[in-house]
């Protein structure tokens, strides 16, 4: 049977199949939530389970006692109301798959190239600054990447990839692709994107956290946007900071952005900032109600940042939003 699930506060309902996951039901209706991994680590997703049960893959049962499940693990055992912290009708039809050409493949730190795909003469993907794309992979497996490109070049896409050991994508598949190649992808996805409000703004980004980071501030820049930006990008080394002119020189042409390289691992010769990048935050201010926040890259980050600047300086939930990167082979069942 179908099970109707239902958004508080609102006259929004969808349907939801036993054994599908709410969040992909949702999506599958128009409408979208904060999501991230998509894996049930990062808790980005996680809702108010207001009536009824769920049964959330590798986690078991969940009730209105338990209070919160994560919506993208979750598959209903009864009508639900849920509560997430955000709610939103999206264009599902917009989303393409595309067969895009390698244009241009350039390795700016050890540990992470940037990958620069063309798309077919006259074929334009629009996508909001800070939302993700999927690599299909000829296995059948997919793999998401942020989109770094400005929103008014929606015929590309740029990509930053990160090395991971191991990674079928990132040292297998991307270590043999050469310009030319052919690269299927499907585009836009996510609820990370920069909302237009007239609150300031503090990004935070981790290693390659900073490609929709990017994204977000040439948009707003293109846009003619001059609402306070303040642009924190944490790394172990420096190097990890693998473009950091590219904010140096934001900084000095921009007078409503502001950059901070925070560094965990430092060099001696090092003069900035140390230490953990929301920590460098909130030494820079002690109330963060009055702004808009986003986060990206870490997951450990993500959550830390959130659990601090919700939970002991001001800042509403709905003014946090977030984009964990968790390795493809991280998913909830390890928990189980």
Avoid at 29 to 40: D, H, I, L, V
Avoid at 54 to 75: K, S, W, Y
Avoid at 101 to 117: D, N
Wanted: aromatic share 8%; net charge neutral; with cysteine.
């Amino acid at each position: 049977m179908t099970f109707t699930i239902r958004v508080a506060e609102s006259n929004v309902t969808f349907p939801c199949e036993p054994r599908e996951f709410i969040l992909d039901a949702a999506e599958r209706a128009g409408y979208a939530m904060p999501s991230s991994c998509r894996k049930g680590a990062c808790n980005t997703c996680e809702a108010r389970l207001i009536d009824g049960e769920v049964e959330q893959r590798g986690r078991g049962r969940r009730t209105v006692a338990d209070g919160t499940a994560l919506m993208c693990r979750a598959q209903p055992r009864a009508d639900l109301t849920i509560g997430p912290k955000r709610f939103e009708r999206i264009d599902i039809f917009r989303r393409k798959t595309i067969t895009a050409r390698v244009y241009r493949l350039v390795q700016p730190a050890p540990g992470v190239t940037i990958l620069h795909l063309r798309f077919p003469i006259g074929l334009r993907a629009p996508f909001k600054a800070g939302q993700y794309l999927q690599v299909l992979m000829t296995d059948g497996d997919r793999r998401n990447f942020s989109m770094a490109n400005p929103t008014r070049d929606n015929d590309v896409a740029e990509l930053h990839i990160r090395h991971v050991a191991g990674g079928k994508f990132s040292t297998g598949t991307l270590a043999k692709l050469s310009p030319g190649d052919p690269v299927q992808i499907e585009a836009p996805y996510g609820d990370f994107h920069l909302r237009p409000t007239e609150r300031p703004v503090i990004l935070l980004a981790s290693g390659t956290g900073f490609a929709p980071i990017k994204s977000m501030i040439q948009t707003a820049i293109i846009a003619g946007d001059r609402r306070p930006v303040h642009l924190y990008w944490g790394a172990r080394k420096r190097e990890d900071i693998y473009l950091s002119d590219l904010p140096t020189r934001w900084v000095q042409r921009l007078p409503w952005f502001s950059f901070t390289p925070v560094l965990s691992e430092p060099p001696s010769s090092w003069r900035g900032r140390t230490g953990l990048v929301h920590d460098a935050v909130l030494e820079d201010y002690n109330s963060l109600g009055p702004f808009d926040v986003y986060a990206c890259g870490n997951p450990l980050m993500v959550s830390a940042a959130q659990h601090e600047f919700t939970s002991h300086h001001d800042l509403p939930e709905a003014q946090f939003f977030a984009d964990a990167f968790v390795e493809a082979s991280v998913t909830a069942e390890i928990d189980a």
